[in-house]
Structure formats: structure tokens, C-alpha cells
């Protein structure tokens, strides 16, 4: 009986350690392909989305609805193109507050809200489908969100986002169209910041 324990106490620990070396050579071969320098911006997120989702394609390129209306904390309805103004490089993160990974979303808003702390100038936004004003003030007070967080259709992405299961990223301008998307898998919520310092740059 002892040798069975002991046995099984040897193949836990090389178990995990093999997992902490994956985990590590991941986060390694993650971190080359930020700090590559590379002429493009969304080159360097493109490669990074496909690595992410692996699903073997960018989801940069689609276009939201033309016409696009949130609603506030207040229940009170605002126009998107209002919202974004001139500005070339609105940066978003959407998630549904019902169906998402908490992990992720978690993950996720931290990372944001540390990144909007030292980017107060920068259009920083948190948009959250399928949520009530209520569901608004719900999750403001949680994360003490600092930044603006508005409730969106899921209608107005195009069917490829719509569906996605997992929460994301993506930069877009007047011109409704989507860059710079990045996924946020629930085992590799931890390269939120990562992603982040690369729109920085």
C-alpha cells in the first residue's frame, strides 16, 4: 500500500512539473511574438489572435453595424459614432456578464483597469451584451470600475463575433471596422497585459 502511495505521489509531482514547463514555454513563445519588432502593429497582434483562439484565422477586418446605440449606467441611450468621436484608436473589451468565463472576464477587467489608470486620455471602453442598467451598476461596483461601461446588442457585431463563446478585444475608429482582436481563452486569460502593452506601443 505504501508503494502505491508513494508511486502516486511520484507521478503527481512529475505531473505537475511538467505542466508548470508547459505553462512556462507557452508564456515564453507568447512573449517572442510581442517583442518581435515588426513594421505593422496588427501584425504582431494578428499572429498573437491566431495563436490564441486557434481557429487558424485573424477575426480582425469585420465591421460593426452602421448604426449602433448603448445604453449607460443611467439606462440612458447614447450613440456609438457619439461616443468614439474623431479618435482613430478606440479601444474596447466585450464580454456577456451571463454566458462568458468569470476567470477570463475577471482577468480581463483587472488587466484593463490597471492599463485605463495609466491612459486616462486614451477611449478605453467596456461593452457588455446582453446586460440591463442594473446588470451596469452590478458589475461597476464589483471591479470599481473607474471606466465608462456601456450595454450593447449583440446583433450589431457581425455573426463570426456574435458567437463567439469567449470574451475579446478589438480596436476600431468612425469607420466601424475591426483591428487588433484578441480572444481571451480561459487558459490564456494571463497574456491580457501582454496584449495591452502591445496596443500601447
Do not use: W
Not at 507557452?26 to 505593422?40: F, I, M, S
Not at 498573437?48 to 443611467?74: A, F, M, P, W
Amino acid at each position: 500500500m505504501n508503494r502505491i502511495l508513494v508511486a502516486f505521489i511520484v507521478v503527481l509531482i512529475c505531473l505537475n512539473i511538467y505542466l508548470i514547463y508547459q505553462k512556462r514555454q507557452n508564456e515564453k513563445a507568447y512573449a517572442e511574438v510581442l517583442n518581435r519588432p515588426t513594421k505593422v502593429m496588427s501584425d504582431k497582434l494578428h499572429a498573437l489572435n491566431e495563436r490564441v483562439v486557434r481557429d487558424g484565422h485573424s477575426s480582425s477586418g469585420y465591421q460593426l453595424s452602421k448604426r449602433i446605440i448603448l445604453t449607460d449606467i443611467s439606462g440612458q441611450e447614447l450613440d456609438f459614432d457619439r461616443l468614439i468621436g474623431d479618435t482613430h484608436d478606440a479601444l474596447f473589451f466585450r464580454f456577456s456578464p451571463s454566458i462568458h468565463c468569470q476567470s477570463c472576464v475577471n482577468e480581463s477587467i483587472g488587466a484593463l483597469s490597471k492599463f485605463y489608470n495609466k491612459n486616462r486620455n486614451g477611449k478605453i471602453f467596456i461593452l457588455a451584451t446582453e446586460a440591463s442598467a442594473n446588470d451596469l451598476k452590478v458589475i461597476t461596483a464589483k471591479f470599481g470600475l473607474l471606466m465608462p461601461i456601456y450595454a450593447i446588442q449583440k446583433s450589431y457585431f457581425p455573426k463570426e463575433l456574435e458567437d463567439r463563446e469567449e470574451p475579446f478585444f478589438f480596436v476600431t475608429d468612425k469607420s466601424h471596422f475591426i483591428t487588433n482582436v484578441f480572444t481571451v481563452h480561459y487558459e490564456l486569460a494571463y497574456l491580457v497585459p501582454k496584449y495591452l502593452s502591445a496596443i500601447e506601443q
